[in-house]
């Protein structure tokens, strides 16, 4: 949700467009309006400070044109109240090395067998069990990973794919 801190770094508007080599809104804006979308320097201003919440439209396009896929993830995650409880998202997403990403899945694809095994040890009676819950905390852990790795490599593709694949 919105922060109430107009210069606060941490906003994802900015943090996208800055990832994309835009220095300014002003620039920003005028490539917003080159692809056919105008958009007013002063609304970018307002949305990097937290005073307005752009519309799911010009999220799309300002990670089309910033060329930025995990702004449509961090926007859900920070502006929606129902994506902030079932997705939250760090800011960092999709800026760090698809092959931290990799070894991150890899590892948690090593646990799999095991929350299984747990997850059916545990489902088996159909009645969750206090002293399950340690079982349940691994198990949701594990699946944890398993999401953000997945929304990691589906910004990589989403990205490659916007740059053309050779």
């Not at 920070?78 to 999709?94: K, Y």
């Not at 340690?134 to 949701?140: G, N, R």
Request: glycine fraction near 6%.
């Amino acid at each position: 949700m919105a922060r109430n801190n107009p210069s606060c770094p941490e906003n994802i508007y900015r943090t996208c467009r800055l990832r994309a080599g835009f220095t300014s809104q002003q620039k920003a804006a005028e490539a917003l309006s080159a692809e056919g979308f105008p958009i007013s320097e002063g609304s970018l201003k307002d949305y990097e400070r937290d005073r307005r919440v752009p519309t799911p439209d010009t999220v799309m396009k300002m990670a089309e044109v910033y060329g930025t896929p995990e702004l449509k993830y961090l926007h859900c995650s920070e502006s929606c109240p129902l994506g902030h409880e079932i997705a939250p998202t760090d800011t960092s997403l999709g800026a760090d090395d698809i092959y931290r990403t990799y070894f991150e899945l890899v590892g948690a694809f090593d646990r799999v067998k095991l929350v299984q095994k747990k997850l059916h040890d545990v489902i088996a009676d159909n009645d969750l069990q206090g002293d399950e819950m340690p079982a349940i905390e691994d198990i949701l852990r594990v699946l944890d990973q398993i999401a953000e790795s997945s929304k990691e490599i589906r910004i990589w593709v989403e990205r490659e794919t916007a740059n053309g694949i050779d």
